[in-house]
């Protein structure tokens, strides 16, 4: 094995030693934006091109809308209650799907429903998970284009 530039076998862990993985993680994204820009290709395609990846797939954002357990002090057993938007077209459609799930508490509970917990999401005192899930089954207009998702379960 060849030595690095400092007398060892390992370059990077020596420079995360020195200044810290968050800067290296700044510094390396600064320069593959600043590639990508210099060959007029979108971010994310320069890096699929670095890693070899061909097939490029959108990734699905997970939206936190309500919380539950002891993020939001109520008695559901899971603490988030997420969306899926998995037949958005593009990223910017679905970051305005994210929206859809505040609209549907609102008109249901009123606004002091809306109110966010801990974790980012709604923080309505729901009495079971069910009341939760049946709420963000209700909204008309994204029937196949968003699913239901969770982050876990209260365990004892």
């Known amino acids: 094995m060849v ?23 700044a510094l ?28 490029l797939l959108l990734h699905v954002p997970a939206f936190n809308v309500i919380n539950g357990g002891s993020h939001a002090g109520n008695k559901t057993a899971m603490p988030e209650f997420m969306i899926l938007p998995m037949r958005a077209s593009s990223f910017k459609e679905a970051m305005i799907k994210k929206k ?8 249901k509970y009123g606004k002091d429903a809306t109110n966010v917990s801990t974790e980012g ?13 049946e709420l963000l089954k209700t909204k008309a207009g994204y029937t196949g284009k968003v699913v239901i998702g969770r982050d876990g379960c209260r365990c004892f």
């Not at 076998?9 to 993680?25: F, H, R």
């Not at 859809?100 to 008109?107: A, E, F």
Request: overall charge positive; some cysteine; glycine content about 12%.
């Open 3 to 25: 030595q690095q530039f400092n007398g060892t076998n390992n370059e990077w862990g020596w420079c995360k030693q020195k200044v810290g993985a968050n800067a290296i993680l």
């Open 28 to 55: 390396s994204t600064t320069l593959c934006k600043t590639g990508a820009t210099v060959i007029k290709i979108p971010f994310y395609k320069y890096m699929a091109n670095l890693a070899g990846n061909k097939n």
């Open 100 to 107: 859809y799930g505040k609209d549907v508490i609102k008109k």
């Open 121 to 133: 999401g709604f923080a309505h005192n729901f009495q079971e998970s069910k009341e939760g899930l």
